[in-house]
């Protein structure tokens, strides 16, 4: 077991937060010609272990896939997976499913081109299957740091219908749980403005009902 240590933040770390936090947005196309460079990756993970955790316990892992020819089989089984998912939702089997305009489109374009992402990184954890609440901080710290540095992210899952083959692709020991996999690259397209309920639509005031002052 490594040992804890103190890690200054990043010089490449410089966009103010607000920027980065309003600027956020989910991006699913992603650059194949500009890699992602390892710097930039331990910049990018070094934000991630910053997060916090149920008692600094720091449960959370992080598997990076670079092997290009890892990416196509991971890619591969992220568009079964995704299939799978959208099979089990709504009966789609392919593409002619999607309604016209749906906000599935983009996510379907993302299944057929997660084999060609410059970076995937799954988050996991070692120890306590529930220990979600302790990993998905880390995983925040990772989309604004990618953010910050002009890369674009994406949180995605998986699907049951592969998660044994995607484990021994990876050599991933079965004691250890999968959360989530994010997909790293600069993006086709631009960062926010993006839309969003504002606070008041969604938060309460001491009770369910209760209207927040600002509303």
């Known amino acids: 077991m490594s040992e804890m240590i103190h890690i200054d933040p990043p010089p490449e770390l410089d966009m103010a937060i607000g920027e980065v936090m309003f600027t956020q947005r989910a991006i699913r196309r992603l650059r194949h010609d500009k890699p992602v460079s390892d710097e930039s990756l331990r910049v990018i993970l070094e934000a991630a272990t910053k997060a ?40 789609w089997t392919g593409k002619s499913d999607i309604p016209q305009g749906s906000v599935y489109e983009m996510p379907a374009r993302l299944a057929d081109e997660m084999a060609d992402a410059p970076v995937v990184v799954l988050a996991l954890s070692k120890g306590n299957a529930n220990a979600a609440s302790s990993v998905f901080p ?8 990618a953010r910050a540095l002009g890369i674009g992210s994406v949180l995605t899952t998986l699907h049951p219908q592969v998660m044994e083959r995607v484990y021994a692709l990876l050599g991933i ?4 749980h999968f959360h989530c996999c994010i997909p790293l690259g600069y993006p086709r397209g631009r960062f926010g403005p993006t839309r969003r309920f504002p606070a008041a639509a969604i938060t309460s005031w001491d009770s369910w009902d209760g209207v927040p002052p600002w509303a």
């Open 52 to 91: 916090p955790s149920g008692g600094n316990s720091q449960p959370a892992r992080f598997l990076v896939i670079r092997s290009r020819d890892k990416l196509r089989a991971f890619g591969a089984l992220y568009h079964e997976a995704w299939w799978a998912k959208r099979r089990d939702e709504f009966g």
């Open 138 to 145: 880390g995983v925040q710290n990772l989309l604004l740091a």
């Open 173 to 176: 020991p079965q004691e250890v």
